[in-house]
């Protein structure tokens, strides 16, 4: 996340305090070296021989990049991509919200009830839950099955292989990281400011809306950045969830990369995620101050 | 800055002295890759430990196959495998870009094998068949018994499985069903299989796994996909109302090949002469999953009940289409796998 450690264009309105800038680099500060050390190696190394790799592999010049554009295919996967994982964080915000509220209001024990009813999921492996999406969400499927049953339906609902699908299953894998930001986020807000409101004559709504929801903003942003983030390099659940119309990014890569074989072109499509992403967070943070929300300034 | 040189030095001498620690291995291993799960441990168990256990040579493993790795390996000239399986149209690529070590037949002796399995560079490992898997409860009565009467969605309606990869053998498919004569197959019309495709479009469903593929037709989702006749044979096995219908079937085969630079390059053509000289050994590995040994010589110490779903038995060979022409397919893989995205995705 780019944005969390220069200062976002708009963030400059409060000054930082004067102290902080000369120290970065006292004794302290050097225990980043390794870090730094560490990503040059294993990031930024990569990442500029998957740059170079783009433009020389298997000729030198914008070939790669010709094909992708030229492609309404390539282009319809990218927007995918964006689509898909912009509506998986939105589904998680309006189900982690509530859930990471009620767990701030609820007692020790169901507190951590729910907290392990979370993160059950998350410790199971990946290609398993999906597989079991597919057993749950087919047309033969529980899902289905009961709601013939119930004669809600007379034929089977088609719940996978198109975006539904690919929807139900990233959401599961994506609500942890969701609701933990935010619970965290939420769990030190001092509940007496909506007091106070009330006490002021707020009625409990707008107190909740207009002093408590604003002070959740750091985690929300969090989350959605987290899940949205995440969301973009899935390739397991639309593979197996989804139709081929659902295809993502990621999976295409892998396509590219495994089974044809084509590393230029399978580099220029990471390099173009890699910038599209970069500029949609840029946009993002002329609109909302990220650093701020993020933890970044106070 | 001359910290963070210093750091950069610690770092890669650390990362040097891991690889050298991976890579000062003892003289006698081979290290072998397949696809992983049962069915690498049941290949290992029955046909290359013995060898290792006789040969005293120490078997190591790693899973799955992965072509990336494979070139990324040899291209850095930092190879960990000797001997991994693949599908054939690889197996052709990385013969032709050098990725791969030549096969030494005055060490492993190729005359048994089948010749439209073995290149420069490639043994077969394993035989296989694309069949019709059908559902035997949606199909009580009949169920189709041609690549015609799969794609007729009037005559016998339902969801067709079919493998999500182009070299998936559902244009071979088409083209038979179209009417193509089976050795005029190659090279391969795409036109007039994606005509023929898009007659049963709205009906297609594809699967990317095996155990996706088992599942679709095992629950009458797909009550018909075009198997793989072992994971068909599999699910039977447990119970589930599945079956292979083997006319027309296409027959397919995975191969062994070593990757240019392996270490124990050696050791790897010496498992492979014995294992083309262990009958017994490919037989053993078959009774326990249907894919077909690679010699003729092992039918007779297989299984009667696995021997009538194997694509070589004196039964089955007979109702064969064709073989895929994976030469064909190393050729046109790129290309056609990407009419076929854009086709599915319209």
Known sequence: MPQEAGDAPGAGSSPAPARRRPRILDGWGLLVLPLVAFLLVVFVAPLVSILARSFTDPTTGLDNYRDFFGSPVYLDVLGNTFRISGLVTLVTLLLGFPYAYLMTLAPPLWRNLMLVAVLIPFWTSLLVRTFAWVLMLGDTGVVNQFLMSIGLIDEPTQLIRNQTGVLVGMVQVMLPYAVLPMFATMRQIDRRLVQAAEGLGARPISAFWRVYAPLTLPGVAASCLLVFISSIGFYVTPALLGGPKDMMIGELIVQQLSAVLRWGFASALAVVLLLVTAALLLLVSRIVNIGKFMGGER | MKRVLTAGVALSAVLGLAACGAAGSGADQLTVVMWGGQDQKTHVKEAIQPWGDEAGVTIKQDSPSDYAKFRAQVESGKVSWDVVEVEPNFAHTACDKGWAEKIDTSIVDTTDLNPEEVTDCAIPVLEYAFTIGYNTETFKDAH??????????????????????????????????????????????????????????DDIVFYETGEQQQQLVASG?????????????????????VANEWNEHLLSYDQLVIPKGAKNADNAQKWMKWYVEHPEAQAGYSNATA???????????????????????????PKRAAIIDYAWWADNYDEVSERLNEWAAQ
Do not use: C, M
């Open chain 2, 291 to 317: 894919y077909g040994p690679i010699t003729e010589a092992a039918l007779e110490h297989v299984e009667p009940e696995v021997l009538a779903e194997l694509p070589t038995s004196p039964e089955n060979a």
């Open chain 2, 221 to 241: 989702e797909a009550p018909l996909v075009q198997a793989w006749n072992g994971r068909i044979y599999s699910a039977a096995k447990e119970g589930q109302p």
């Open chain 2, 144 to 201: 189709p018994t041609s690549w015609a009467e799969f794609f007729d969605t009037e005559k016998f309606p339902g969801k067709r499985g079919f493998w999500k990869y182009a070299t998936g053998a559902i244009f071979e498919a088409a083209l038979l069903a179209d009417g193509v004569k089976a050795d005029e197959l190659y090279p391969l019309d795409i036109d007039r299989a994606f005509a023929k495709l898009d007659t049963i479009k």
